[in-house]
């Protein structure tokens, strides 16, 4: 029996490194391109490179990079950070406008979200079930199948009520339907004793005290897996802001300012010029997902297993 529990154990930690291995594969050679002085394309990568420096990480931070005879200026024209020649002022790059949608969006999101959870677990109302089963029918269809509607609509705002399409219209169509995702939450709230809120309810409490003093203070892990996941959303997203942006650099996020670097300035899926710079912006763009998720893996574990307790 211990051979057996001894082999059982190697068998699984081979299969497990492996799997690691493979997992970490490509973050490595991401990050070994970023470090490159090559140049060239994908197709003309090695696993290694044979030169290691630092100008693709300057390139994307200063709009320059190392040629012969020194640093040339006016190398990217995708600006990932901040752009200091448009007209003598500082505009601001892709990577803080995604910044803005991803806070805006996790704020407005994180309260639809929680408080469409608390409504459905606590009160009783005629419709509950049926609504409950709409959204979970809803949920199986991609959202994109709506953006040509929501674009026309917003469209239609822009003339009419001359109220221009910005990085707000992102953080309303990302945050809109946030409540349809009310699963986890509301297994979460299902698990906190009912008796705590009729206790609070004999002392005069409304459902909104209760709501905001009681419960919130409770359910810490459920607000940070809900807040995590609604920053994650926006940060990596391509299709719905590609399509809402267009050819508006100053609303471009980093997914779209990432995918026009990585198709070369000709749109031939050679960017000769931007490959090592791409490399670099899309390691630097994942350190903010990686900190939260560092400092906030307890929480964010708590809340997903406490929310799939109960449904």
């Not at 009310?182 to 009912?194: L, R, W």
Request: charged content about 15%; some cysteine; hydrophobic content about 50%.
């Amino acid at each position: 029996m211990k051979a057996r529990r001894i082999t059982g154990d190697v068998v699984i930690y081979v299969i497990l490194t492996v799997m690691a291995v493979i997992w970490l594969l490509p973050i490595l050679w991401l990050v070994l391109q970023s470090f490159s002085n090559e140049g060239g394309s994908l197709s003309q990568s090695r696993f290694i490179p044979k030169s290691l420096g630092f100008e693709n990480y300057i390139a994307i931070f200063t709009n320059q990079r190392w040629s012969t005879g020194g640093w040339a200026s006016n190398y990217m024209n995708h600006v990932i950070f901040f752009d200091v020649e448009r007209d003598g002022t500082i505009v601001i790059g892709s990577f803080f406008n995604t910044l803005i949608v991803a806070f805006g969006t996790m704020i407005f999101a994180t309260l639809l979200t929680l408080m469409t959870s608390y409504a459905l677990s606590r009160l009783r109302f005629r419709g509950r079930t049926i609504i409950m089963k709409i959204c979970l029918v809803m949920g199986m269809f991609p959202g994109f199948l709506s953006l040509i509607i929501m674009y026309w609509l917003f469209r239609l705002i822009e003339t009419d009520l001359g109220i221009p399409m910005g990085l707000w219209t992102l953080i309303f169509l990302y945050s809109a339907g946030a409540g349809a995702g009310y699963y986890i939450s509301k297994g979460f709230f299902d698990t906190i004793s009912k008796q705590i809120d009729e206790a609070a309810m004999i002392d005069g409490a409304s459902r909104f005290q209760i709501f905001y003093k009681i419960t919130l203070p409770l359910s810490k892990p459920i607000i940070v897996y809900t807040a995590l996941t609604a920053f994650m959303g926006p940060w990596g997203e391509y299709i719905t802001s590609s399509f809402i942006i267009r050819n508006d650099s100053s609303m471009m996020t980093v997914a779209v300012e990432l995918y026009k670097m990585a198709i070369g300035t000709d749109g031939t899926s050679e960017a000769t010029d931007y490959w090592g710079s791409f490399c670099a912006a899309a390691v630097f763009i994942a350190i903010p997902v990686s900190i939260l998720f560092v400092f906030m893996q307890k929480y964010y574990v708590s809340g997903v297993t406490g929310g799939a307790v109960k449904g």
